[in-house]
């Protein structure tokens, strides 16, 4: 039988019932039962050749697919209002409808940056992680308190001592803070125990005045959005912890509009998201909720885990093993 022989329900019950005469040889039976094993070995090998080819396509179907998608991706994150919230995007407009004398701008809080580039190294561009729709009565305060850091939400309480206090997070016990837009520093003194840390930056700038200009201080209390003196585009400062640094920025600055909301407890309104929640170092999957620090056990210095990881990794039958300093983390987000 040739190599191209159809393999049909014929041929397969040829294979399972040879067909033979009562007076047939032993030596034509092998033979039959030979040419029956070729043909399906034959078989074996199409089925095998033709499995491979599909792999061979989906792979390559699925390359062609990542190819689109990272173009689609990579020009979408180009455009003004990629990855806007749906809630804005599907505002509707209402034709007919006063609006209020105000003004509406956009403000860009970018994602920190806390690493120290290195000569050589590609630098990695500042992207926006939150959007704020402001309107020209939104008080400063407002905007402060959209800056979500995890810096604040650290503690210097050890993993065995109780950290239900909300006093004893750092946001609570080192408040001091400010906003630099323009030329004018805006201090938060809401809380008791604030303090100005503008002060050793403003020195160092009156030293320097062939490179700065002169610079004000201005309580943020009462402060609004319309009573700002900035650029649109140009990237400002939000400073507290004493280094920690924020740089967020204006855009779009224009009238209110039927579109717009009205009342002025919705603002800032956030139209755009892009924050990553922080988990846990070694299951990559709960919200982290201490601070590990110098651990034998661990490969990094500092890293965050969650309650069970942290519970696995340094305690044995409720006992301490290893050397290593943990904090409790509360996760904000």
């Known amino acids: 039988m040739s190599m191209d022989t159809h393999f049909d329900a014929d041929n397969l019950k040829s294979i399972r019932e040879p067909a033979g005469h009562g007076g047939e040889s032993g030596a034509d039976r092998d033979e039959e039962k030979e040419e029956a094993a070729q043909i399906g070995e034959q078989v074996i090998e199409r089925i095998d050749r033709g499995t491979e080819q599909m792999r061979q396509a989906e792979r390559r179907k699925y390359i062609d697919d990542s190819k689109k998608t990272y173009l689609y991706s990579r020009c979408r994150r180009r455009l003004k209002y990629a990855f806007y919230l749906p809630t804005e995007l599907e505002r509707e407009y209402c034709m007919g409808k006063r609006t209020i004398k105000d003004i509406v701008v956009t403000c860009h809080i970018m994602q920190p940056c806390n690493k120290w580039h290195v000569r050589g190294e590609?630098?990695?561009?500042?992207?926006?992680?939150?959007?704020?729709?402001?309107?020209?009565?939104?008080?400063?305060?407002?905007?402060?308190?959209?800056?979500?850091?995890?810096?604040?939400?650290?503690?210097?309480?050890?993993?065995?001592?109780?950290?239900?206090?909300?006093?004893?997070?750092?946001?609570?016990?080192?408040?001091?803070?400010?906003?630099?837009?323009?030329?004018?520093?805006?201090?938060?003194?809401?809380?008791?125990?604030?303090?100005?840390?503008?002060?050793?930056?403003?020195?160092?700038?009156?030293?320097?005045?062939?490179?700065?200009?002169?610079?004000?201080?201005?309580?943020?209390?009462?402060?609004?959005?319309?009573?700002?003196?900035?650029?649109?585009?140009?990237?400002?400062?939000?400073?507290?912890?004493?280094?920690?640094?924020?740089?967020?920025?204006?855009?779009?600055?224009?009238?209110?509009?039927?579109?717009?909301?009205?009342?002025?407890?919705?603002?800032?309104?956030?139209?755009?998201?892009?924050?990553?929640?922080?988990?846990?170092?070694?299951?990559?999957?709960?919200?982290?909720?201490?601070?590990?620090?110098?651990?034998?056990?661990?490969?990094?210095?500092?890293?965050?885990?969650c309650n069970v990881c942290f519970k696995t990794f340094h305690y044995e039958n409720d006992k301490r093993i290893g050397t290593f300093n943990a904090y409790h983390y509360f996760c904000p987000q």
């Open 122 to 305: 590609r630098r990695r561009p500042i992207i926006p992680e939150f959007k704020y729709l402001l309107r020209g009565e939104t008080t400063l305060h407002e905007l402060r308190d959209k800056f979500l850091c995890s810096a604040d939400f650290c503690t210097m309480v050890p993993d065995y001592e109780d950290a239900t206090d909300s006093s004893v997070y750092h946001v609570e016990q080192y408040p001091s803070n400010f906003l630099f837009i323009h030329d004018t520093f805006y201090i938060d003194t809401r809380k008791a125990n604030s303090q100005d840390i503008s002060k050793n930056i403003r020195e160092f700038m009156a030293r320097n005045r062939s490179e700065f200009g002169p610079t004000k201080v201005v309580n943020m209390e009462g402060v609004r959005i319309r009573d700002l003196n900035f650029r649109l585009g140009f990237p400002y400062n939000y400073t507290h912890q004493g280094l920690c640094e924020h740089l967020f920025q204006f855009t779009d600055l224009r009238l209110m509009n039927a579109q717009d909301e009205e009342r002025l407890v919705d603002y800032p309104i956030k139209v755009f998201d892009q924050s990553r929640a922080p988990k846990c170092a070694a299951c990559k999957m709960n919200a982290p909720a201490f601070v590990v620090q110098n651990s034998d056990r661990l490969p990094e210095t500092l890293m965050l885990m």
